[in-house]
């Protein structure tokens, strides 16, 4: 796949080098896990941290599927 680049709300949490898309969702998914950030009553459920929320929109608390789309909005 075509490397990506993160802008800076994504790259603070991605890091700032160019990667797939597939990578940059992997990434994506080590920090929350990481971070312990999935809504543990309901697992689709992504809360978000200061980080997040500059990618999320502002938004406080986005569904996995919701996430893949606010995180397309800072790639280029």
């Not at 075509?2 to 160019?18: M, N, S």
């Not at 997040?52 to 406080?60: C, E, S």
Request: charged fraction near 30%.
């Amino acid at each position: 796949m075509k490397p990506v680049t993160p802008d800076a709300a994504l790259a603070a949490v991605v890091g700032a080098d160019p990667l797939p898309r597939t990578e940059v969702t992997k990434k994506l998914w080590d920090y929350i896990k990481s971070n312990n950030l999935q809504n543990p009553s309901n697992k689709r459920e992504i809360i978000a941290d200061d980080n997040l929320r500059a990618v999320f929109d502002g938004k406080d608390k986005v569904t996995m599927f919701e996430m893949t789309k606010l995180v397309s909005n800072h790639v280029s």
